[in-house]
């Protein structure tokens, strides 16, 4: 886990943004969570500088970014409201039992 002091207190860095080659002539970023989890990766680039610039970019518009939800929207039942799920629970279809 990457850590910085800040003013004698530790903080966990929110993430890491790498960049590596891709072939000779590509470049691409990668931005990683301090737990290594990989969360976004970029298109390619023709030099490190435009990656550099790729992550700059990213970095100001994700502060600022609004979220846009484009899922397919769900069918409600009749009474107007979505039936109670399980935490963590990703079932959206019905049920089926084995036989």
């Known amino acids: 886990m990457q850590r910085r002091m800040f003013l004698g ?11 590596a080659e891709a072939g000779e002539d590509s470049y ?3 931005l990683t969570a301090p737990d290594g989890t990989v969360v976004a990766v970029s298109p390619l680039f023709n030099t490190i500088k435009a990656a550099a610039a790729g992550i700059n970019a990213v970095r100001e518009n994700a502060a600022t970014g609004l ?3 484009k899922s397919r929207p769900r069918k409600t039942p009749a009474g107007g409201r979505e ?11 019905p049920r089926r039992t084995s036989r």
Not at 9 to 19: C, D, K, N, P, S
């Open 9 to 19: 207190r530790q903080h966990i860095l929110a993430g890491t943004f790498e960049i």
């Open 28 to 30: 691409f970023f990668k």
């Open 67 to 69: 979220v846009v939800d």
């Open 83 to 93: 039936p109670a799920r399980r935490p963590g629970s990703a079932r959206t279809g």
